[in-house]
C-alpha cells in the first residue's frame, strides 16, 4: 500500500513547519500543498518540504483555457519532485490534454501523474442537480469525468472512495484513485458530505488516501497518523 497522504492546509508556514516538525526527522511522508498554501508561499514550500525528503502532492486544480494549463504544467513540472498535480476534469479533453502535455514538456515532469478532479467530496446530490444543472447522479458524473480524464491523458482521478469500484470498472485497475474526505467514522463532517474511513477506502480499491485534520487536528498528531496507516494497511 502506499503512505497516506497528509493534506497540509495551515494558515501559516510557521503552523506548517511546526506541525511536520513533529515527527521523526528521518520519518518520510507523503504531504499535500493544496491553494491555501501555495498562495502563502509560492514554490519555496514545495523546494523546502522536498528538501527534507518528502513526497509532494501538488493540488492546485487548474481550470482554464489550454494553452494557459498548459504552461503552468510546465513550470509545475520544473519545480521537481512533485509526484501527483490536478486539474478539474469539467475544463474537457483540450484542457486535459494540453495538461499532460505540459507536464511532458520538462523533465522534471515527466515523473508527474495527472490527476483530474471529479466531483469535490463537498457536493452533494442536490448540488450536483440544481447549482450545477447536471441531471444523473453523483456517480454518473463522476464515472462521465474519469472515463474523460483517460481517454485524454490524465493518469487518474479524484473522487471519493465511494465511487473507486465503478470507476475501476469504467477504466481499469492501473487507473489511479485518489480519495480524500478521509475521516475514522464514515459521517459527513465539516464541509465533507461524501467520506469513507481508510478501511472502506481500501476495500474499494484506492491507491492513495488525503487525510487532513483527523491527523492536523489531532491531539498526538504523530499517533493519529500512524493509526491512519494501521487502517489503511501500512503498518
Known sequence: MTLPIIALDFESTDDLYNFL?????????????????????????????SR??????????????????????????????????????????KMITAAKEGLLSTPGGQDTKLLAITQLTST??????SEQNISGTIMDSVVNYAQLAKQNGADGVVSSGLEVTAIKQATDNDFLCVTPGI???????????R????????ANGSDYIVVGRP?????????????????????
Open 183 to 193: 475521516r475514522l467514522i464514515a459521517e459527513p463532517d465539516q464541509d465533507q458530505t
Open 21 to 49: 516538525d513533529k515527527f521523526p526527522k528521518d520519518e518520510h511522508l507523503f504531504v499535500k500543498i493544496g491553494m491555501e498554501m501555495f498562495y502563502q508561499a509560492g514554490p519555496s514550500i514545495v523546494k523546502e518540504i
Open 52 to 93: 527534507r525528503g518528502h513526497d509532494i502532492f501538488l493540488d492546485l486544480k487548474l481550470h482554464d483555457i489550454p494553452n494557459t494549463v498548459k504552461r503552468a504544467m510546465h513550470i509545475i513540472g520544473e519545480l521537481g519532485n512533485i509526484k501527483l498535480t490536478t486539474i478539474h476534469a469539467a475544463g474537457g479533453s
Open 124 to 129: 452533494s446530490q442536490q448540488q450536483l442537480n
Open 195 to 202: 467520506v469513507v474511513t481508510p478501511e472502506i477506502a481500501r
Open 215 to 235: 491527523i492536523t487536528r489531532a491531539t498526538d498528531v504523530v499517533a493519529a497518523y500512524q493509526k491512519i496507516k494501521t487502517n489503511w494497511g501500512q503498518n
